[in-house]
């Protein structure tokens, strides 16, 4: 059974930075894709980055791109998400998620595992 604990919300002020990491557990990790998605209150869940099991593939939503990196190191079982230039409307909780396969996606109902979400708040 895989475990996701995400670390690193918090409350930040615009153009600030955080670094968001999740810890897996289990030894499929190298094998799994993983993503972070984000929800903000009264809105569904959205996708915001993407990586392939190697570390070869990754993606962002438009949304993000220039300003969130994703990345992972697979001797640490973690996946991390660096954050620039917040913006208020990044406020959300954001969640780590693992694939069974390799293969990097973006669609959250292809994620099979789920972490508790951390809470990032950005202020104006």
């Known amino acids: 059974q895989v475990q996701l604990v995400e670390f690193g919300g918090g409350v930040v002020r615009a153009g600030g930075s955080l670094r968001l990491s999740c810890a897996a557990s289990?030894?499929?990790?190298?094998?799994?894709?993983m993503g972070w998605f984000r929800q903000a209150p009264g809105k569904e869940r959205e996708f915001v980055a993407t990586?392939?099991?190697?570390?070869?593939?990754?993606s962002v939503a438009d949304s993000v791109k220039g300003r969130f990196t994703i990345s992972r190191d697979n001797a640490k079982n973690t996946v991390y998400l660096q954050m620039n230039s917040l913006r208020p409307e990044d406020t959300a909780v954001y969640y780590c998620?693992?694939?069974?396969?390799?293969?990097?996606?973006?669609?959250?109902?292809?994620?099979?595992?789920w972490g508790q979400g951390t809470q990032v708040t950005v202020s104006s």
């Open positions: 998620a693992q694939r069974a396969t390799r293969g990097a996606n973006v669609y959250s109902f292809n994620y099979d595992y």
């Open positions: 289990g030894s499929t990790f190298s094998r799994s894709a």
């Open positions: 990586i392939s099991g190697t570390g070869a593939d990754t």
